[in-house]
């Protein structure tokens, strides 16, 4: 059998470093010199790992890494990686300490924290880079364009800080490209008048993947993508086809067969009596269910492979364990690896699809799988590139 050695449930998260490594060259050649990368690892590397893939990613030298908060940006830091940090989301004012010398930047958006930022400078004798977000039309998290030009300039003139970077976020770069100019023409317009004044900022960033992949007139001096660098693409992106089709997807999601029964015809399966028998089968049980993350809106469309084949799953999936159709005639007994996400022979299930299954977006899909997962990493490599061996973790 193929797949680290289990213990417990045979069931497990299988994460490509080398995927992540070349999905991350991808960005660069869409990138182009001149233009650094923000790599966004929040919500556990979006299912993948958090620690390994920031490694892997520090290990290729890139310039940024961005997490939702604080907890994550501190078990980097407690994991010997030094590349900086900016943390994407709010922090409490009671934790601000923590990021003291340690080359984390948060996000400001308001002059409130500008001052809390300021004392803590001032007490610590130490300067705090922050970078600035602005809501040009997500209306979400950030200051508001016409207090912005204000917040910056008080950024920049109080004592002890250094504003390193400003960025927006795009609210539909993935479909309207209209709306996504009217964000970029009330950001340019904002860059401008700061530079009216004299103000040069280090970093300026605002295309996530899908305006990092589509249009290089978003991109400024540092792009943050997401998605992308995990091999998974952010809608169909005509545009971009010849960068998208050379992205890998990095996470597979496995288990095994625990048992197999034979069923007749007109026999029902799971809760809800939601599926009965056609026909005489053969069922396979996966010990895989809701708590490990695979949703249960996915029933009733959802398959997995087996042996290079698609299978269908049966009924409702409940919270640990699921059944599968393995035909009239086993396809394949107990033990037998099943892929629930990922490649295998030349079938392949990916998180686009699983997500239309559950009436979802892939994001949810990545980025729900349960803790309790171990994730198998292959693909790693020393600096000198020599590979190392599979490791495992259940971060």
Known sequence: ??????RGRPTWIEVDLAAVRSNLGVLRDVAGPGVSILGVVKSNAYGHGLVEVARTLSGQG??????????EALVLRESGIQTPILVLGPIEEGALPEIIGKRICPTVVTPGRVKELQALAAKYG??????VKVDTGMGRLGVRL????DLIRQVSEARGL???GIYTHFACADMDMDFTRVQIE????LLSALGREGRQIRHVHSANSAATLRWPWTHFNMVRPGLALYGLRPGPLP????????LKPALSFKTRISGTKFMKRGESISYGRTQVLRRDSWVGILPVGYADGYPFAAAGRAQVLIGGRRVPVLGRITMDLMAVDLGSQPLAGP?????????????RLGAEEFATWAHTIPYEIVCGWSHRLPRHFVGAEEASGHALTAQSSVL
């Open 62 to 71: 890139i310039e940024f890494l961005g997490v939702s908060n604080l907890d």
């Open 239 to 246: 545009e971009a086809a010849r960068y998208v089709s050379r």
């Open 146 to 149: 016409e207090s912005a030009q």
């Open 186 to 189: 009330h950001f340019q317009k």
């Open 162 to 164: 250094r504003c390193e």
């Open 1 to 6: 059998m193929s797949g680290p050695i289990m």
């Open 335 to 347: 033990g037998e690896e099943v892929v629930l996400l990922g490649r295998q022979g030349f079938e």
């Open 126 to 131: 130490e300067e705090i880079c922050v970078h």
